[in-house]
Each structure stands twice: as structure tokens, then as C-alpha cells.
């Protein structure tokens, strides 16, 4: 009796073992497929960034031969990367740098603001503190381009309408309602650091930059990635303000109108060259600092 009893729990561990191992390879393939999907037009605009000429038919480039070369089949070349840096039609390093100060100025204050934000709304407890938090939750629920208008008026008023890094002064002032995920960050930290720290005579800016700092690495590195991806890739504010100016456009702005013109077969190529370009400091950041970004989630999604 034991020993039936014995095969039929085998048979049964046997054929569950067999059940999960199927199911397991459905569900690797099919996320090994969807990300094959996923990563066919990043390795679509690579290719194309070291085409020769324009092809949009062709995925890869192909080798430098005679017959391809009088076929005229794109080759292999980085051409387009040198031609992007010292084409006078498009100053992209211009658009770089504009990119780059708008983005490290406006995360070095967003990032202080909504840290410094979202350990208030955390620690303290003060009158409509509730209300408070529902508001900005509420407000940021709508897209920003919907303000464009009375924003560009606002400015005009004051008098920057025209000056791209006006930008910063736009972003950084709606920073303090993306709290949400820092704010559960910083719930999670017990309370009981800051009074230990209050009792040795620490007050709140030293609790905030000596002691609970320290332990939010990961929800600072989550904030200072977002941020900065933000306007990094922000085209609808950017281009309103632009307005035609070549000199005052972002990569994004500058970037779109490479291929708004009849003759974007000649800057194609310069295109995705850019693309990779603008792309590559994004994707060494999330690289490098995955790590801290992953925990920055989770941990920020533990408590509202």
C-alpha cells in the first residue's frame, strides 16, 4: 500500500515538474520574442547611423564591394556621425549643450525640491496637509501642454518669451507635485531616527542631510534618472518656445526638423546618427545606476 502510494506521489511530482518546465518555456520564449520586438528599431536606427546614403529599405549595411558600391546599396561607414557635428545647416552640438544645461540645472534644483518636499509632507504634520497632497496629486494628473498658452503669456509678461532656457524656470516650478514615490520612500524609514537624532540635539536640516540622506541613496538616484530623462526629451514646451530659432532649439526640436524638410533623404543618415548620440548617455546612466533605480521603485511603492 506504501508503496503504491509512493509511485503515485512520484508520477504526480513528475508530471507537475513536466508542467512547469512547459509553462516556463512559453513564457521565456514569449518574452525573449517581445523583446526581440522591442529591440528591432533601436537596432534599426544603429544600422542606419552607419549607412552611407539614404535607405530606409535595407536593415543592414552591406559590405563595401565594387558591385554593391555601382548598385548604390548603403555600406558601412561612420561618416554620418562626423557629418552630424560639422553640418551647417543643423548646429546639433548647439542643441546638445542647450539639452545638457537645461537638464542638469533644472534636475540639481528638482531633485533638492522634491526630496525636500516629500520628507515635509512625510515627517511633519500640519493643517490641510492632506488636502494639500490631494491637490498636487489631482493637478498632476493633467497633461503639461495644456498650459502652454497661459504659460507663454506668463512669460512674455516677464519678458523671457524667447529664451529657450526659460525652460528651466517651467519645469522647476511644477517639481514639487511628482513627491508620491519619495514620499512612500521615505515613510518606510522608521521615525524613530529622527527622534533619536532630535534628542542628541540635531534639528530638522541636520536629521534630513546627516541622517535620513544617507539611507535614501536609492530614491535619489530614482529621482535625479527621471528627472533628468524629463526634459531631455521634452519637445512639445521646447519647440513653443524655440519658435523656428535654430540656435534656441533642444535635440528633440532640432532633431524633428531634420525630417520635416522635402529634403530629408540627405540628413536621414545624421538622424539616427543623433539619435544615437542623444541616446547613449541615457542608457549608461540606467546602466550604471539600475541598481538604486529598481529599489527607488519598490521602496517608494510600499506606502502612499
Known sequence: MNYALENQAKTHYRSHKRALHIRNFFIYFFLILISVIWLIPFLYLIMQSFCSNYAPSFFFPYTPTAEHIAQGYPIWTGANYIKLFNDADYPFFRWYLNSLVIAIVSCAVETVMVLGTSYALSRLRFKMRQPLMKLMLILGMFPGFLSMVIIYFILKLVGIEKNIYSLILIYIAGSAMQYYIA???????????????????????????????????????????????????????ASYLASGNQNMMTVAVGMQQ???????????????????????????????????????????????
Not at 512612500?184 to 546627516?210: C, H, Q, W, Y
Open 258 to 304: 531634420m525630417l520635416s524638410l522635402e529634403d530629408k533623404q540627405t540628413h536621414f543618415g545624421e538622424f539616427c546618427a543623433g539619435g544615437v548620440v542623444v541616446a547613449v548617455p541615457i542608457m549608461i546612466l540606467f546602466f550604471w545606476l539600475q541598481k538604486y533605480y529598481v529599489e527607488g521603485i519598490t521602496g517608494g511603492a510600499v506606502k502612499g
Open 183 to 237: 514620499k512612500g520612500f521615505f515613510d518606510t524609514i522608521p521615525r524613530s531616527l529622527d527622534e533619536a537624532a532630535m534628542i542628541d540635539g540635531a534639528d530638522k536640516n541636520t536629521v534630513f542631510f546627516k541622517v535620513i540622506m544617507p539611507l535614501s541613496k536609492p530614491i535619489v538616484v530614482y529621482t535625479i534618472l527621471i528627472i533628468f530623462t524629463a526634459p531631455w526629451g521634452d519637445f512639445m514646451m
